[in-house]
């Protein structure tokens, strides 16, 4: 791993697994990610097999701080409750362990919007705004984090808030790939992103919304037609999130 990296990341998804050093200072990859295709059987033992590549790869030091995200709530020193996107074998499972034992050290692991939102109060959008910050993910689902004052809310799943009677879970009414599936204008999908983030502003009240994902590139096309309060702006690190959030979330537990 080169000198100007200060940690490594890892951005675990249902379809590929990208890895960087990352440098800190700068808040972007420190050297050219490498993405590995997710296996089609993506259990513990495979994925976990694929991080320990990446780290051998890059040749990372033991001393740096490795952080992955993952697409699932962590919660340390816990088992996990359900898996979404990747094996069921996971179930049930501690994340970090597993991790842990297959790489040889200790590794800090953190949901993956959680990460994208911490890049981007970090480095991005958000970087210097003060009050309640919800970054969000629009792609397969809606991924959200929460960051009060700097402070990292972990693990919230506002993607699955019950919009009405007919729509009880809202990334199956309003992500980008029903957009895509169902085939919606830019507009006609910003009415119901209208829908899904008046009622995040009815009930958190946040002072910024950030929205990432790779369709954030498109944002001219559908954020000006969301229409509520609360200043809405594009995510700045779009699809390198994950990675450098991931880093800079083993750096502050390493230093801690």
């Known amino acids: 791993?080169?000198?100007?990296?200060?940690?490594f990341?890892?951005?675990?998804?249902?379809?590929?697994?990208?890895?960087?050093?990352?440098?800190?200072?700068?808040?972007?990859?420190?050297?050219?990610r490498l993405k590995i295709l997710t296996p089609e059987v993506s259990t513990p033992q495979a994925v976990?097999?694929?991080?320990?590549?990446?780290?051998?790869?890059?040749?990372?030091?033991?001393?740096?701080?490795?952080?992955?995200?993952?697409?699932?709530?962590?919660?340390?020193?816990?088992?996990?409750?359900?898996?979404?996107?990747?094996?069921?074998?996971?179930?049930?499972?501690?994340?970090?362990?597993?991790f842990s034992e297959a790489c040889g050290r200790p590794v800090t692991v953190v949901n993956d919007a959680d990460a994208a939102g911490l890049a981007e109060q970090q480095f991005g959008a958000a970087k210097?705004?003060?009050?309640?910050?919800?970054?969000?993910?629009?792609?397969?689902?809606?991924?959200?984090?929460l960051i009060m004052d700097g402070v990292?809310?972990?693990?919230?799943?506002?993607?699955?808030?019950?919009l009405d009677e007919d729509h009880p879970d809202a990334e199956r009414y309003a992500s980008s790939a029903v957009r895509e599936n169902e085939d919606l204008g830019f507009k006609k999908w910003a009415k119901r992103l209208t829908k899904y983030y008046a009622l995040l502003e009815k009930y958190f009240n946040p002072d910024l919304f950030v929205i990432g994902g790779g369709v954030s590139r498109k944002s001219e096309k559908f954020i000006p037609f969301i229409d509520v309060k609360t200043p809405i702006v594009p995510a700045e690190l779009r699809n390198e999130a994950g990675i450098v959030g991931a880093a800079y979330y083993a750096s502050t537990k390493q230093q801690a």
């Open 9 to 32: 990341g890892v951005d675990i998804g249902g379809s590929g697994i990208k890895a960087a050093p990352v440098n800190l200072e700068k808040g972007e990859f420190a050297e050219p």
């Open 48 to 98: 976990a097999a694929i991080v320990r590549q990446q780290l051998d790869h890059f040749e990372v030091p033991e001393s740096a701080p490795v952080g992955i995200a993952f697409p699932a709530p962590i919660k340390p020193g816990q088992k996990l409750d359900f898996m979404a996107n990747l094996d069921q074998s996971w179930v049930g499972v501690d994340v970090t362990a597993v």
């Open 128 to 145: 210097g705004k003060d009050g309640l910050v919800i970054a969000t993910t629009l792609g397969t689902g809606i991924g959200t984090a």
């Open 152 to 162: 990292l809310v972990p693990n919230t799943e506002l993607g699955h808030l019950i």
């Open 1 to 7: 791993m080169i000198e100007t990296a200060q940690a």
